[in-house]
């Protein structure tokens, strides 16, 4: 006897009875290559359930098929005469109980294998109709097969019912090829068969061709009913047509069917996950003025969206709205708030709508506390984070791939990679399989601490769980390996990178580039470029930066101009840093001219010229005995409103003690003692130097005195200067102060 269950007969393998498509569909002008169509495509398996309305036929068959019959029993005993037995199947409803379903399946299976008179189609449709309805698909799909196997010429009804069982059952490809069929026998199609099928394509992720669907259906003039619409306005938002999605509510409005909750919430969900936080908020107005209240769904979209971006008053007026419309929010509402709190490191708030949560009855799970956890490591605050932890595991949650790998990330940046092993060994015993993620974040970990043989371990242990290692996996290595200076481990790691075919990308080359500048290795490091463009990827600014800043260090500036030149025909233009660099390089090497030539490129290009940019300009002239050209550029430097730093004070201060004229002295403390500038003991020695070979003996004294009110200790230049000059012109207690400090410092006089 045939057992029914309504779970198992969800789950669908190859069902045999698409082998008996192109012979028995007797009632429909389709080609063989038509209704191979069918049996190449119905072969798609889905586990989730698909609920919707069984179609409404609009025309109908009468044909029958013909069957002999020699006598029948079923599971309640021997049915006498035939009639009964029909009246089995022919008393069969909605509201049929699982039993009677069994022995009408029991009595059609009777029927034909000993073969029964006159059964007629409506029969058949009868029960094929009720078992699908009843959600039994593999029963459905096997009283179908039954059917056409035995003679019987599916008709309109029959087809109605086949489509509906592929579309429930997820066998989306064999509902399109039975549409094919309607279309062809051009039978008129209810729009309830539509909505069959567009739905099932959006379960499926097929949203183009539910759209497109859509559009099938108007063209066949077909009318659209609200499921309709709805189906097509969540399928246009996960695709991210937003404008679409807005003009089908119009389309509605035209045809005289109103928008309601599910419509509007779908398009304010769609222009929230894509950041139109105006639209979002235009779309809500117009919804509100309409009558409409705002369900759950539209107010965890509206506060997410605000709590993502960081907008957090919004996020709780909407949160405060809800609660006044007297709407209770869900986990999934908390959730929202929660994540986007915690990404914006709001921890305080966070944790307070964890126990809000709690107090209205919502159990915080383990997708309400990963953000907050991995915020908590984020800060440091372990304690904290092990705290929640400790949470989740007293509840008896079990922890997601995720909630390891954002455990594992916080122990190991914290620098607690044996903990996290400890964590990594039980996650094992657990049976999860870690991946590539995981691994990275243990690799990052050891190379962290400088355990480099554990790094190694675990990459080849990656090989042998089948855990393919990405570009940042293998770029980490090489980095922290080349930070320690071993350089060759380094170029094994790559040279393994690349026999797995694991592609470099421009932050590895960059890596390996850079360390080769460090260690002087010009040679290897062009030849690394040469590879990288062999390889197709493009070099970065940070890569002809590192080429740039390393030639210079070394002081090969025709090089630096050179890796310059390249730089400008691979079509990257270089930024302030690479300009800075070069100056600095050509300052040092002597070649002023140029080095002002390239400072008069910047003013012209529009470059950003910054402090430091000043500060090498400055330098650089005062080292070369230009500081009057340098106190130009910090005129011109005040007059762009950059702000000088205590480098530059110093600098130009030590320029012009070496040059023949000084600056106005007043204008210059009013500089170093007003100017809000950090000074140090360089910038004072150096302005007290100035101010006493210009004479000046009482403005020396009083930045003497503004350096013990900064807490700025002198040193022995400072106090050699103002003892070799107070006497000149202070009284000779005055003269001690100096000393009795240098003694309190105890700085040892010269």
């Not at 191979?36 to 009468?62: A, I």
Request: glycine fraction near 6%; charge should be neutral; aromatic fraction near 8%.
């Amino acid at each position: 006897m045939l057992k029914i269950s309504s779970h198992s007969s969800r789950h669908l393998s190859t069902l045999p009875f698409w082998s008996y498509l192109i012979s028995h569909f007797h009632s429909v002008s389709l080609s063989v290559s038509d209704l191979l169509l069918l049996n190449h495509s119905c072969r798609s398996n889905n586990n989730h359930d698909f609920s919707s309305l069984l179609l409404s036929p609009s025309k109908q068959q009468t044909t029958c098929s013909c069957i002999t019959l020699r006598g029948i029993s079923s599971s309640f005993g021997e049915v006498s005469p035939l009639s009964e037995g029909y009246e089995i199947i022919r008393n069969l409803g909605d509201n049929s109980s699982s039993v009677e379903i069994e022995a009408a399946l029991d009595v059609f299976n009777r029927l034909l294998t000993r073969g029964a008179p006159n059964i007629p189609i409506i029969l058949c449709n009868r029960l094929f109709y009720i078992v699908v309805r009843r959600d039994y698909y593999k029963e459905g799909f096997s009283v179908y097969t039954k059917m056409v196997s035995s003679g019987v010429s599916p008709d309109y009804v029959t087809l109605n019912t086949l489509l509906s069982c592929c579309c429930k059952s997820h066998s989306v490809d064999a509902a399109i090829s039975v549409l094919a069929v309607l279309f062809k026998s051009r039978f008129t199609l209810s729009t309830n068969i539509f909505n069959s099928l567009i739905d099932c394509l959006l379960k499926c992720g097929r949203v183009d061709e539910a759209l497109e669907m859509g559009d099938r259906m108007d063209r066949e003039g077909c009318d659209a009913d609200l499921f309709t619409y709805i189906c097509l306005i969540v399928g246009a938002c996960k695709k991210g047509r937003l404008g679409y999605a807005r003009s089908l509510i119009q389309q509605m409005d035209m045809k005289g069917i109103t928008p309601n909750v599910v419509a509007y919430s779908a398009v304010v969900h769609g222009l929230c996950k894509q950041g139109l936080m105006d639209d979002a908020h235009m779309v809500y107005r117009e919804m509100i003025a309409r009558g409409l209240s705002p369900n759950i769904v539209t107010f965890t979209s509206l506060i997410h969206s605000h709590c993502v971006a960081g907008k957090w008053q919004m996020a709780k007026a909407f949160f405060q709205e809800m609660l006044d419309r007297g709407i209770r929010p869900n986990a999934y509402t908390f959730n929202a708030v929660i994540h986007g709190l915690s990404r914006h490191m709001m921890i305080e708030k966070a944790v307070q709508f964890v126990s809000l949560m709690i107090e209205m009855g919502e159990v915080p799970d383990e997708y309400a506390y990963t953000p907050l956890i991995d915020a908590l490591f984020k800060e440091g605050r372990l304690r904290e984070a092990m705290q929640f932890v400790a949470h989740l595991v007293k509840r008896g949650n079990l922890f997601s791939i995720k909630t390891y790998g954002i455990l594992l990330n916080g122990f190991c940046k914290s620098d607690r990679i044996d903990e996290a092993l400890k964590l990594y060994s039980f996650m094992l015993g657990e049976g999860y399989k870690p991946n590539v993620i995981i691994c990275s974040v243990l690799l990052d970990g050891f190379c962290k601490m400088g355990r480099h043989e554990e790094a190694m371990v675990l990459l080849h242990q990656m090989s042998s769980m089948g855990i393919r290692g990405d570009t940042v996996t293998y770029s980490v290595l090489i980095d922290s390996l080349c930070k320690e200076g071993c350089l060759d481990e380094a170029l094994q790691v790559f040279q393994t990178m690349k026999e797995k075919d694991i592609h470099p990308n421009d932050v590895t080359f960059n890596i390996l580039i850079n360390r080769f500048c460090i260690e002087g290795k010009w040679k290897e490091a062009k030849e690394m470029l040469h590879e990288m463009r062999i390889q197709d990827v493009k070099p970065s600014l940070i890569t002809f930066n590192c080429l740039v800043d390393g030639f210079c260090k070394k002081g090969k500036v025709h090089d630096a101009i050179g890796v310059v030149n390249l730089m400008l025909n691979a079509g990257e233009l270089p930024d302030n840093y690479t300009y800075n660099v070069l100056m600095d390089c050509l300052f040092k090497d002597g070649r002023l001219n140029e080095a002002l030539q390239l400072v008069a490129y910047m003013f012209k290009g529009g470059d950003c010229i910054n402090v430091v940019t000043y500060s090498i300009l400055i330098h650089g002239l005062c080292s070369n005995g230009r500081a009057n050209e340098a106190l130009e550029f910090y005129k011109q430097m005040l007059h762009n409103r950059v702000k000088p730093d205590a480098v530059i004070y110093t600098t130009l201060l030590d320029g012009l003690c070496k040059s023949v004229k000084i600056m106005s002295p007043m204008v210059l403390l009013k500089h170093v003692l007003y100017g809000g500038i950090d000074i140090d003991v360089f910038t004072c020695n150096a302005t007290i130097i100035a101010l006493r070979k210009e004479g000046l003996f009482d403005d020396a004294w009083k930045i003497y005195k503004e350096m013990i009110k900064r807490n700025i200790y002198p040193n022995l230049v400072t106090f050699d200067v103002l003892i070799c000059c107070v006497p000149i012109h202070k009284q000779s207690h005055e003269a001690r102060e100096p000393f009795h400090e240098m003694v309190s410092q105890a700085i040892r006089p010269s």
